[in-house]
């Protein structure tokens, strides 16, 4: 059933900044998506969490972008308000920074490492901004954010302001309690990390040679969601979609990256409903060769059909 009214479109149209029918292909790092009904982009934690405040009572869906590196949208689109999180400021006090859920964690690396903070290595590896790190528990090279995570700042529709510390976020590889717990439907407004002091210098010396030795064996460059399959236990995604003999499998102008086979690439024009193909393709393949269920890292949102 369709979530729209007059009166709650009504009551989107009429907020500053809101646009309708808004394009978000370009606001993914896959390059694909149709629009949300409604769009804004917001910097003001204040402003974003009486958004969604308002959108909850009036049971409007909602769904929060960062930077748009972990989804596959819909081609029919996404139902509601997309917000944009874009808050990035930050703060550096001794061994602790705060980084506003909007702030790229790349930049933060960077940040830290001019701060001659080390620990934060990791984190050259993740595209996406501190919010969807959080929702994710995103890592790399053996890391994850929850190692570093001291608390979040976050918002919780008709609960009001929370602080929540690492074990209220039930972080588990590639999740959070945001993604799937009691938490859902929450905002991260800002997060605390602790590093260790150390040379800068050679963490900005470790990142360049980590970018490195990743572009040559990920098509970072390309446009792609990052890991489209989680790690099954013991084993590599990746190592399964190329024993399939998968690499390079096309649907339309969706491929299976022939550098890794754990990344689809778009090569211009992809559809959502061609890259959900391929996965459900690679999917049905792998589990019939090896008897292994590969589950989704990426997220799949908006209007699919079936
Ligand atoms: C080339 C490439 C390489 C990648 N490598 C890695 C890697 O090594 N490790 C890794 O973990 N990931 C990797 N990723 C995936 C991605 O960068 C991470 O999952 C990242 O954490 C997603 O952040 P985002 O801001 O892009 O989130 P989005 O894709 O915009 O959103 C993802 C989810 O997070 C939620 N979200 C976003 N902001 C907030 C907020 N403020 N509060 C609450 N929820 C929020 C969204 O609602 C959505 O459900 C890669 C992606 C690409 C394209």
């Known amino acids: 059933m369709s979530w729209r009214t007059a009166s709650k479109a009504k009551w989107l149209a009429s907020l500053p900044g809101v646009s309708e029918d808004e394009p978000l292909a370009s606001r993914t790092s896959f390059g694909i998506g149709g629009p949300a009904d409604f769009f804004v982009e917001m910097s ?22 960062g930077a748009g590196t972990n989804l596959l949208i819909a081609d029919a689109g996404v139902d509601g308000l997309v917000l944009r999180v874009v808050n990035r400021e930050h703060h550096v006090d001794g061994r602790q920074v705060r980084a506003g859920a909007g702030l790229k964690m790349m930049r933060l690396a960077r940040i830290v490492a001019d701060a001659g903070l ?22 790399c090279w ?16 008709s609960a009001g302001k929370k602080t929540w510390k690492p074990a209220d976020l039930k972080f588990g590889y590639r999740t959070s309690a945001l993604k799937e717990g009691a938490l859902k439907g929450g905002l ?17 010396a470790l990142m360049a040679k980590l970018t490195r030795e990743r572009g040559e064996t990920q098509p970072i460059k390309t446009k792609n969601c990052g890991s489209v ?4 236990p013991g084993d590599s995604a990746g190592r399964l979609v190329q024993a399939a003999g998968l690499k390079g499998a ?15 690439v778009n090569e211009g024009g992809a559809t959502a409903a061609d890259v959900k193909v391929l996965i459900e393709r690679i999917q049905a393949e792998v589990r019939r060769r090896f008897n292994i269920e590969l589950e989704t890292e990426v997220e799949m949102v908006g209007r699919f059909k079936g």
Do not use: W
């Not at 620990?119 to 890592?139: L, R």
């Not at 399959?229 to 099954?232: D, V």
């Open 142 to 157: 053996g890391k994850e954010l929850r190692e570093v995570l001291v608390e979040v700042e976050g918002f919780m529709p």
């Open 250 to 264: 096309r649907e339309g102008s969706a491929v299976v990256s022939t550098m890794h086979g754990n990344f689809i």
């Open 44 to 65: 003001r934690p204040q402003a974003i969490e009486e958004l969604i405040e308002g959108c909850a009572e009036r049971g409007i869906p909602y769904l929060l972008l």
């Open 188 to 204: 991260v407004v800002e997060a605390t990390i602790q590093l260790e002091r150390g040379d800068g210098e050679q963490a900005k």
């Open 118 to 139: 080390r620990g934060f290595e990791f984190a050259i590896g993740v595209p996406g901004t501190v919010g969807g790190a959080v929702y994710q528990n995103a890592g």
């Open 229 to 232: 399959f989680k790690n099954p």
